[in-house]
């Protein structure tokens, strides 16, 4: 895990279920490289996004595709300010879009990507707090276990789009000021944080929570997941 930089969080930690974000900072671990196979995918796309930075600065048309742009803001809560920092990946101002880059599964994009709602809060944060003339919002799903049978039985292409609805900016302001407010509130009093929700599980229609089960890094320290399974 990452060093814990007091007062300040990301736009992927607030996110993401709280439980999951405060015990991946309290707790070191070790992944089997073989698990981290798809998380490597990401990266390497990403990176490969980044690449294109000096093509584009050589065309000159580099201003006209705002790439990996980081920024922190100053957030006032009742605790005082708190940082919160991003980094989108792509943002084009003569269409004016915002574009979000997510290597995924064929089964989350089959649900209508109902469980990953985290994907949708990650684009109207980046909008509200550094692209705020965006107008339009697109997840780019690229689907890591894409086949032929996939895409000829479920219609899923290999690379996906998703329009994403633009959420009032009171609504972007409120929920970003109470995940902070709350992962500080436990960060600074060794609080446990609430547990996850199906939602935030990923509960599929067998009962099974996939999230929990195949995909998180911390669930070996999760008191929610270990008195389940007890």
């Keep these: 895990n990452r060093p814990v930089v007091p007062n300040v969080w990301s736009v992927t930690q607030i996110t993401k279920p709280p439980q999951i974000t405060l015990l991946d900072q309290r707790h070191d671990y070790y992944v089997l490289p073989r698990r981290t196979t798809f998380m490597q995918w990401g990266t390497a796309w990403h990176n490969m996004i980044e690449a294109q930075r000096p093509r584009l600065e050589k065309l000159g048309v580099a201003d006209k595709y705002i790439m990996e742009d980081r920024f922190d803001v100053k957030i ?6 708190i ?17 979000d880059y997510k290597t995924t599964k064929a089964y989350s994009i089959g649900k209508g990507w109902k469980s990953n709602t985290e994907y949708f809060w990650q684009l109207n ?8 003339e965006a107008e339009k919002l697109v997840v780019c799903g690229i689907v890591r276990d894409h086949s032929w049978r996939v895409e000829e039985k479920e219609g899923i292409e290999e690379i996906t ?11 972007v302001e409120d929920y970003v000021t109470e995940k902070l407010v709350y992962l500080k509130t436990c960060q ?22 996939m999230r929990c089960e195949r995909y998180c890094a911390v669930s070996e320290f999760c008191n929610q997941w270990r008195e389940e399974n007890e």
């Design 161 to 171: 789009l998703r329009d994403v609805d633009k959420y009032l900016d009171q609504d």
């Design 188 to 209: 600074d009093n060794n609080l446990y944080p609430r547990p996850c929700t199906d939602e935030e599980r990923w509960l599929n229609y067998k009962g099974e929570y």
């Design 76 to 81: 006032p809560t009742s605790l005082g300010y």
């Design 125 to 132: 944060i980046y909008r509200h707090y550094h692209f705020h």
């Design 83 to 99: 940082n919160l920092r991003g980094t989108p990946d792509l943002y084009i101002p003569h269409t004016k879009t915002l574009w």
